[in-house]
């Protein structure tokens, strides 16, 4: 494909890029519906829902993408998404099944980070308060 009938599209999570590769269609869902992107089209910025990121390559393989609440913004050639939490599926059908464990497992270690959070803020509460009583 030549370059004007492909974009670079970029997935990427807070922590490193998931994924980059010349795409020739981009399906995302977004807070007003689904909708597709092509190589041509307008310029685009969108606030992406939960749902899955479909992308065609420009050799026609798909991929999909399970994601969490991102942003995604066309320019020109390039498509940049960005996402709390992405995870990658070989078909439609697999996605469903690694979606949840990955998912879950990530909720699960939030869910100890806060509770480790909570304890520590407790800890510096205390010991405010014992520097606050008077001296005996």
Do not use: C, W
């Not at 606030?47 to 479909?54: D, E, F, G, T």
């Not at 993408?65 to 709390?84: A, M, N, S, T």
């Amino acid at each position: 494909m030549n370059a004007p009938d492909a974009m670079r599209l970029s997935l990427r999570v807070p922590t490193r890029t998931v994924f980059e590769v010349s795409a020739q269609k981009i399906f995302a869902v977004a807070e007003n519906g689904a909708f597709g992107l092509l190589p041509r089209h307008a310029d685009h910025v969108a606030s992406l829902l939960p749902s899955v990121l479909v992308v065609t390559a420009a050799d026609g393989r798909e991929y999909f993408f399970g994601i969490d609440h991102g942003l995604l913004v066309k320019h020109g050639p390039r498509v940049d998404v960005v996402v709390q939490r992405a995870v990658r599926g070989e078909d439609l059908a697999s996605l469903s099944a690694t979606i949840e464990a990955s998912f879950l497992e990530v909720d699960e270690a939030e869910r100890e980070a806060r509770t480790a959070m909570s304890r520590l803020e407790v800890g510096i509460v205390r010991q405010f308060a014992e520097l606050r009583k008077p001296a005996a």
